[in-house]
């Protein structure tokens, strides 16, 4: 499926996977996509972030944030197949299952990876 704003964006894209394949309810988030200082603040301080923990080792479900700058501004969702892999929405791309080394290939830099308590 192809990524677009508001509707299939990454963020619209993880809700969806965390409740249908992990039963989790993941609030919608009133945020621009296309506006990355937005995206950057609201993954910083949202409410939501509090009902997930950093990991070093991440399990299936586990949310994968990614930057391509200073700040995390891109989310995914950590898969356990193929040694893992990250299945994510991404502008100009749609939804794509990456491994890390595709990911950097893209200009992805630091990942960190976050498990819901």
Known sequence: M???SGEWDCWAFFRHCQ???YGRDVPA??????DLRQVITTMET???RSNWFEV????DGDAVLMQRNRYPSHIGLWVDVDGGKVLHC????????QTRQALALDGWGLMTFWHHR
């Open 2 to 4: 192809p990524w677009v």
């Open 56 to 59: 070093t080792d991440p399990k």
């Open 90 to 97: 991404a502008q100009g791309m749609g939804v794509v299952c």
């Open 29 to 34: 988030v009133d945020v621009d996509a296309l």
């Open 46 to 48: 949202h409410d939501e």
């Open 19 to 21: 409740k249908t394949y």
